[in-house]
């Protein structure tokens, strides 16, 4: 029994796949992109809540309570 010689062999399997791959892309389905009638919406329901957290020392504070009608 002969052996078949590599480059027989690679030459073989790139004729199977270009075969599977010329089958593939013939029975492959006609794909349609369609712009639809009504604009398209978005409806963004975001709920934005932010804090603000400072901090005072010591005497930046009694002096707020000291003059709370300024603030």
């Known amino acids: ?6 480059g027989a062999r690679r030459r073989a399997k790139t004729g199977h796949c270009l075969a ?3 089958g593939v892309v013939a029975l492959s389905g006609c794909v349609q992109i369609e712009t639809p009638d009504k604009p398209i ?3 963004l329901n975001i709920n ?3 804090e603000v957290v400072y901090r005072l020392d010591g005497d ?3 002096l707020i ?7």
């Open 1 to 6: 029994m002969k052996r078949v010689k590599t």
């Open 20 to 22: 599977v791959l010329i």
């Open 60 to 62: 930046a504070k009694k």
């Open 48 to 50: 934005i809540r932010q």
């Open 41 to 43: 919406e978005i409806n």
């Open 65 to 71: 309570e000291q003059n709370s009608e300024i603030f």
